[in-house]
Nanobody, 110 residues
Framework: VQLQASGGGLVQAGGSLKLACTASGTIPSLNGMGWYRQAPGKQREMVAA???????VYAGSVKGRFSISRDNAKNTVYLQMNSLKPEDTAVYYC?????WGHGTLVTVSS
């Protein structure tokens, strides 16, 4: 499995961005796909994920602002990020079954 993340960029506080993670290779299911982020000097943390059962989970810091969704036909999982804050600035990674994609940088200016 290979993962390709895209959609990062520079946005002002209060703005929105939509990240995409496309999986290629043998992919039985997108269940288990997660978005993580790592800010400078901090540990990588889970942001949002699709559970093994197909549900969704969110970090408390993004709940109500971020939304994870999927397009099975495109083998793609999205992360819609609204009401962005400077503290959301980080490199965002997608993960599926221990495979990591290359990160995409999100920078939120105040």
């Amino acid at each position: 499995v290979q993962l390709q993340a895209s959609g990062g960029g520079l946005v002002q506080a209060g703005g929105s961005l939509k990240l995409a993670c496309t999986a290629s290779g043998t992919i039985p299911s997108l269940n288990g796909m997660g978005w993580y982020r790592q800010a400078p000097g901090k540990q990588r943390e889970m942001v949002a994920a699709i559970t093994a059962g197909g549900g969704t989970v969110y970090a408390g810091s993004v709940k109500g602002r971020f939304s994870i969704s999927r397009d099975n036909a495109k083998n793609t999982v999205y992360l819609q990020m609204n009401s962005l804050k400077p503290e959301d600035t980080a490199v965002y990674y997608c993960n599926l079954h221990s495979t990591w994609g290359h990160g995409t940088l999100v920078t939120v200016s105040s």
